[in-house]
């Protein structure tokens, strides 16, 4: 019994101990795409699983806005549930045109990225963001609700 609760221990230990490697991680790709103006990079962060193409368009398309104008001047990580930035991002569930819609990853990171522009006004992008299958942070997306998506083609 005491082996099984150290190798849970460990596991859980090990687990913690990687996610600021892999918000590091995703910080320096982010970084590094915006400098690079790689919309290869934005789109390689994107957990695009289930989303449209659109979507994915989308995101990476407001980075392409603003690298040209602005300065980067911070990426930071706040809590997903954070008061301060938390009423900046869609809910959970989103009804558009009668169809509900959902996140494609749990979120459990909003990431910041502040800019400066030409004017020194300071702009803010606050979008969720979770860990992917693979253990790596991504950018999340919207997808069709379960419920919403078609039962399959009609009965002949």
């Known amino acids: 019994m005491k082996k099984v609760a150290l190798i849970f221990l460990l596991l859980v230990q090990v687990a913690f ?3 600021p490697d892999a ?3 995703f910080k320096s790709q982010l970084e590094e795409a915006i400098r690079t103006k790689s919309t290869e ?3 390689a962060l994107t957990y695009s699983k ?4 659109y979507q994915l368009d989308v995101a990476v398309f407001k980075y392409e806005l ?3 104008g602005n300065t980067l001047l911070d990426v930071t990580f706040a809590d997903f549930d954070d008061p301060t930035y938390r009423t900046l991002v869609e809910p959970d569930r989103v009804v558009m045109n009668g169809t509900a819609y959902v996140r494609n990853l749990k979120p459990n990171k909003l990431c910041l990225v502040f800019w400066k522009n030409k004017t020194d006004n300071k702009i803010t992008f606050v979008s969720p963001i979770g860990i992917a299958p693979d ?3 991504k950018f999340i997306l919207q997808m069709r609700a379960p419920e919403a998506q078609p039962a399959g083609p009609p009965n002949p």
């Open 17 to 19: 101990s990687e996610e």
């Open 135 to 137: 253990g790596s942070y």
């Open 66 to 68: 603003n690298w040209d």
């Open 23 to 25: 918000l590091a991680n």
């Open 41 to 43: 990079g934005i789109a």
């Open 50 to 53: 289930g989303a449209s193409r």
